[in-house]
């Protein structure tokens, strides 16, 4: 297969919009909020330029630190967004969240990176990112659906290993659904990108299957760390009721 992706000259671009502007006319008749809509199309296009020249300035780089910054930044900043659903946060609940991605997240991406794909560098950055962008996200999108279903079985005064097993079961209905449906309802991204780019099929669906067990491996791991670890939290709050 040409292994060659063919470049989308910008007049091609444009054409791109004509759906989005179609969309805004629609929400513009309807009486809708077209402005937010349109911000959101503003703001991801500016995104995803800026963050086209920065991943191209990190691919350029050969700085394992550096690369060690972006990861740590990257852990921060999903522990902090993964509480974004409980509204009282108990002191510790942040350092919780960080361990417990910390752990799950950052064990699947050194097993993924070390001894799958044996990378060369190790911290080879066009590979290192974009799967620890995947690894982080998804551990923080089950944290944050555990914590919402914990603390709101908590205030059902529901006991603590039944709050638990819910929270974790509700934690993974989405990564579980998508290993249902990849390849039948969809062809993930990544997939898509390398078939799009002249990858064999064959190839690509290697590499999405290291996807599949990373990100439901990664994301039962620190679900269920995160749901253990908060278990003196539950009991301060027991007491305090």
Do not use: H
């Amino acid at each position: 297969m040409n292994s060659s992706i063919q470049t989308i000259p910008l007049i091609n671009l444009a054409i791109s919009f004509a759906p989005v502007l179609i969309a805004l006319l629609i929400l513009v008749k309807w009486s809708l909020n077209a402005v937010n809509a349109l911000y959101g199309v503003v703001r991801m296009l500016a995104q995803l330029l800026l963050i086209g020249y920065f991943l191209a300035f990190i691919f350029e780089s050969d700085s394992a630190l550096f690369i060690l910054a972006i990861l740590a930044v990257m852990v921060f900043a999903s522990s902090w967004i993964a509480l974004g659903t409980v509204k009282t946060r108990q002191p510790g609940l942040y350092t919780r969240a960080f361990a417990s991605i910390m752990l799950g997240g950052g064990l699947t991406l050194a097993l993924i990176t070390q001894a799958v794909l044996n990378l060369d560098p190790w911290y080879r950055p066009q590979y290192m990112i974009p799967l620890a962008g995947m690894i982080f996200a998804n551990s923080m999108n089950s944290v944050s659906l555990a914590a919402e279903r914990f603390y709101a079985e908590l205030a059902r005064n529901v006991p603590y290993q039944e709050a638990r097993n819910i929270a974790f079961q509700a934690s993974l209905i989405p990564v579980i659904n998508s290993l249902f449906a990849v390849g039948l309802v969809s062809l993930p991204g990544m997939m898509t990108g390398q078939i799009l780019s002249g990858v064999s099929p064959l190839i690509a669906v290697r590499y999405q299957i290291v996807v599949m067990c990373m990100i439901f491996g990664s994301s039962a791991v620190t679900t269920a760390c995160f749901l253990v670890w908060i278990k003196p939290l539950y009991d301060k709050y027991q007491v305090q009721q």
